[in-house]
């Protein structure tokens, strides 16, 4: 089995289209054959990526209306009746997190709440007929961080020190108990989460993220200014995780209900992480990314800045043994082929045609290493 054959002519419902992975993901399940429909607000100024991809014209549906919207929600899943759900609605950023925290909360806990709920109206008013596979994304930070040197794995304790973290740590809250009270017993409806590291690669154009702060700087011909030099983080390519969320889609799909210890195995919690190589600094991240944009950087850390996790690392173990995931680019290649995306694309270069050519050259590395759903 591959991906290939898995999303042809499926319906796929996903939150947060508009953003920067959900336009990725949006891209490339249009690629598989999908029929997406998209949920989300309008794209904000930073969102190019969407339109770069002219992926309004391209999706079955585009409803613009915001996850608190439960009756708006209701109704985009009933007219849909998906095959597959992809949740990335959220409020993504941490510093904004302390600004914001009302907001932060509602997005992030009600937003998953509203979306499972109307999943599970839709399978009780008989909506729903077939199985439907819900994929919720959560985050590496909804770990309590310790500031260990050891990864984390899927049975540690939720947490959070800042709004944006405790959030996405009650949202995988929300998912386990949506998952025991009504998705269990012969329900059409198999759910999961996942978690992925510090995600870049090209059209991330966010505030208060290190590559797109890098590439602004750049443009102006300015220093970067890098605020938490020290910050170890699991970086790695937005493919990485995307393909880890299909994957899993695909292989609760092919689990038949009755099969019951597999499918309580993988209707659970996931990290999807680079490997150890790949848990850099962030002035090593800027380091790398200058050997491809010239510029220079230099170091504003502010010690009475807001809180941000100095120590943050993923353990991939159940995802390998239980999916056959890995990951597929090193660091290195991680940082080539994001700078290869702004660079081409700030010179000229088509995004849709490149964002297409990096998605071939991805999955034509994962099936030379004999990754499982690329075979």
């Given at each position: 089995?591959?991906?290939?054959?898995?999303?042809?002519?499926?319906?796929?419902?996903?939150?947060?289209?508009?953003?920067?992975?959900?336009?990725?993901?949006?891209?490339?399940?249009?690629?598989?054959?999908?029929?997406?429909?998209?949920?989300?607000?309008?794209?904000?100024?930073?969102?190019?990526?969407?339109?770069?991809?002219?992926?309004?014209?391209?999706?079955a549906?585009?409803?613009?209306?915001?996850?608190?919207?439960?009756?708006?929600?209701?109704?985009?899943?009933?007219?849909?009746?998906?095959d597959?759900?992809?949740?990335?609605?959220?409020?993504?950023?941490?510093?904004?997190?302390?600004?914001?925290?009302?907001?932060?909360?509602?997005?992030?806990?009600?937003?998953?709440?509203?979306?499972?709920?109307?999943?599970?109206?839709?399978?009780?008013?008989?909506?729903?007929?077939?199985?439907?596979?819900?994929?919720?994304?959560?985050?590496d930070?909804?770990?309590?961080?310790?500031?260990?040197?050891?990864?984390?794995?899927?049975?540690?304790?939720?947490?959070?020190?800042?709004?944006y973290?405790?959030?996405?740590?009650?949202?995988?809250?929300?998912?386990?108990a949506?998952?025991r009270?009504?998705?269990?017993?012969?329900?059409?409806?198999?759910?999961?989460?996942?978690?992925?590291?510090?995600?870049?690669?090209?059209?991330?154009?966010?505030?208060?993220?290190?590559?797109?702060d890098?590439?602004?700087?750049?443009?102006?011909?300015?220093?970067?200014?890098?605020?938490?030099?020290?910050?170890?983080?699991?970086?790695?390519h937005?493919?990485?995780?995307?393909?880890?969320?299909?994957?899993?889609?695909?292989?609760?799909?092919?689990?038949?209900?009755?099969?019951?210890?597999?499918?309580?195995?993988?209707?659970?919690?996931?990290?999807?992480?680079?490997?150890?190589?790949?848990?850099?600094?962030?002035?090593?991240?800027?380091?790398?990314?200058l050997?491809?944009?010239?510029?220079?950087?230099?170091?504003?850390?502010?010690?009475?800045?807001?809180?941000?996790?100095?120590?943050?690392?993923?353990?991939?173990?159940?995802?390998?043994?239980l999916?056959?995931?890995?990951?597929?680019?090193?660091?290195?290649?991680?940082i080539?082929?994001?700078a290869?995306?702004?660079?081409?694309?700030?010179?000229?270069?088509?995004?849709?045609?490149?964002?297409?050519?990096?998605?071939?050259?991805?999955?034509?590395?994962?099936?030379?290493?004999?990754?499982?759903?690329?075979?």
């Amino acid at each position: 089995m591959s991906l290939g054959n898995k999303f042809k002519d499926k319906r796929v419902f996903l939150t947060g289209h508009t953003g920067f992975k959900g336009s990725w993901l949006s891209h490339w399940l249009l690629q598989l054959g999908a029929e997406v429909h998209g949920f989300a607000l309008d794209p904000k100024p930073e969102d190019v990526l969407f339109d770069q991809l002219n992926l309004s014209r391209r999706l079955a549906s585009d409803t613009r209306a915001d996850i608190a919207d439960q009756i708006s929600l209701q109704l985009a899943i009933d007219s849909t009746r998906p095959d597959f759900v992809f949740h990335l609605a959220a409020q993504p950023l941490v510093r904004l997190s302390y600004e914001i925290p009302v907001e932060t909360f509602a997005t992030n806990v009600m937003g998953t709440a509203h979306a499972l709920d109307a999943l599970r109206m839709a399978e009780k008013r008989g909506t729903l007929t077939s199985p439907c596979i819900a994929i919720v994304v959560t985050t590496d930070k909804c770990y309590e961080n310790r500031e260990w040197l050891h990864a984390y794995r899927e049975e540690d304790a939720m947490g959070g020190f800042d709004p944006y973290s405790a959030s996405k740590g009650c949202a995988e809250l929300v998912v386990s108990a949506y998952r025991r009270s009504f998705f269990e017993n012969n329900s059409l409806i198999r759910l999961a989460s996942a978690r992925a590291g510090n995600v870049i690669g090209g059209g991330d154009w966010a505030k208060d993220r290190i590559i797109p702060d890098c590439f602004r700087a750049l443009q102006r011909g300015d220093a970067i200014q890098v605020r938490n030099k020290t910050s170890t983080r699991p970086w790695q390519h937005v493919l990485e995780p995307l393909s880890g969320y299909l994957w899993l889609a695909a292989r609760l799909c092919d689990t038949p209900t009755s099969a019951e210890n597999q499918s309580s195995e993988l209707q659970s919690g996931f990290n999807f992480g680079p490997l150890l190589q790949s848990n850099r600094t962030v002035a090593d991240v800027v380091s790398a990314l200058l050997k491809h944009a010239p510029g220079k950087w230099s170091d504003c850390s502010d010690p009475n800045a807001k809180h941000e996790a100095g120590k943050l690392n993923l353990a991939i173990d159940k995802a390998y043994h239980l999916l056959g995931w890995k990951p597929v680019w090193d660091f290195e290649r991680t940082i080539e082929e994001t700078a290869c995306w702004y660079t081409d694309v700030l010179a000229g270069a088509n995004a849709e045609a490149l964002t297409s050519e990096q998605i071939a050259l991805y999955c034509k590395d994962a099936a030379q290493s004999n990754i499982d759903w690329a075979r």
